[in-house]
């Protein structure tokens, strides 16, 4: 999925919620799968290298994040600068990441 349709689509759920044909609720899970699949099915249209959607596998601060970047170590990195924004302390976090 690429950006534009993802926009589209959330678009479309937040139409359904003012127009009363959705609710909160089904709004929120409607958005959440547009997300997660535009994450696992990306699609770049800038030309540039390949981005793939990584999770990180681990210490349960780390267990879930999802980002997206070119390589390995460039989404264990993208996921340390969340959870370093995230943190408060400055304990060692053990992860691994994984193409999703």
Excluded at 7 to 19: G, K, L, M, V
Excluded at 68 to 76: D, I, N
Aim: proline residues 0%; charged residues 35%.
């Amino acid at each position: 999925m690429d950006r534009i349709s993802a926009i589209r689509n959330i678009e479309d759920a937040i139409r359904d919620f003012e127009s009363g044909e959705a609710d909160l609720a089904s709004t929120e899970r409607r958005v959440v799968t547009v997300l997660r699949t535009f994450a696992t099915e990306f699609e770049t249209d800038t030309g540039d290298a390949a981005l793939d959607a990584w999770k990180a596998v681990g210490d349960e601060r780390a267990e879930g994040i999802v980002v997206l970047a070119a390589t390995e170590s460039e989404a264990a990195t993208r996921v340390r600068d969340l959870l370093s924004e995230a943190a408060e302390s400055s304990d060692s976090i053990d992860f691994s990441v994984e193409r999703v």
